[in-house]
T-cell receptor
Framework: AQSVAQPEDQVNVAEGNPLTVKCTYSVSGNPYLFWYVQYPNRGLQFLLK??????LVKGSYGFEAEFNKSQTSFHLKKPSALVSDSALYFC??????????????FGKGTKLSVIP | GAGVSQSPSNKVTEKGKDVELRCDPISGHTALYWYRQSLGQGLEFLIYFQGNSAPDKSGLPSDRFSAERTGGSVSTLTIQRTQQEDSAVYLCASSRTGGGLFYEQYFGPGTRLTVT
């Protein structure tokens, strides 16, 4: 079955340390992968996407993600975490839903807490 | 430019009543999506509109849920005979389309629905 998974419900990291939020996927064909962030009481904001090309994708707010085909992963990273990065992070993958229609399927989200 | 807007931001209704939720997509975006986000859950796809094509309704949880999109712009999600399990945040998103590509989605702030 095609799916996306975020194995960690919560990640805690000290301010200034590097952070990683994990995502794995299972799709047929080439994956289209996305990361979104949701700050408290706000809608989701697009961070970055991988469609094709370089495996390291750079996005908003200093975030980047590494596409690893052999490990079917698309982990989100940032070299130095800020307290303001504390939020809920969603990984998403494009899935074919039939009749020429595609949709995004989201992971359950990972709550990132950056500790001052 | 203006983002995706949704109204109302909050809606409290009694069990058994009908509700209508509105979404105004970004101007020029031909694709429009509705999702549901329940407490502790990820995003659940509900319905997808693309231009004048028939909508992808594969995510609607029951026949009490319906949606329409008038003039290829504003969309209304209607829930009839609301139940307590319908309580959630309903998110709308829109995106560009074209060239066979799949573009990132931009989300509205959501409507928080509480069924008492």
């Amino acid at each position: 079955a095609q799916s996306v998974a975020q194995p960690e419900d919560q990640v805690n990291v000290a301010e200034g340390n590097p952070l990683t939020v994990k995502c794995t996927y299972s799709v047929s064909g080439n994956p289209y992968l996305f990361w979104y962030v949701q700050y408290p009481n706000r809608g989701l904001q697009f961070l970055l996407k991988y469609i094709t090309g370089d495996n390291l994708v750079k996005g908003s707010y200093g975030f980047e993600a590494e596409f690893n085909k052999s490990q079917t992963s698309f982990h989100l990273k940032k070299p130095s975490a800020l307290v303001s990065d504390s939020a809920l992070y969603f990984c998403a993958v494009r899935l074919y839903s039939g009749a020429g229609s595609y949709q995004l399927t989201f992971g359950k989200g990972t709550k990132l807490s950056v500790i001052p | 430019g203006a983002g995706v807007s949704q109204s109302p931001s909050n809606k409290v209704t009694e069990k058994g009543k009908d509700v209508e939720l509105r979404c105004d997509p970004i101007s020029g975006h031909t694709a429009l999506y509705w999702y549901r986000q329940s407490l502790g859950q990820g995003l659940e796809f509900l319905i997808y509109f693309q231009g004048n094509s028939a909508p992808d309704k594969s995510g609607l949880p029951s026949d009490r849920f319906s949606a329409e999109r008038t003039g290829g712009s504003v969309s209304t999600l209607t829930i009839q005979r609301t139940q307590q399990e319908d309580s959630a945040v309903y998110l709308c998103a829109s995106s560009r389309t074209g060239g066979g590509l799949f573009y990132e989605q931009y989300f509205g702030p959501g409507t928080r629905l509480t069924v008492t």
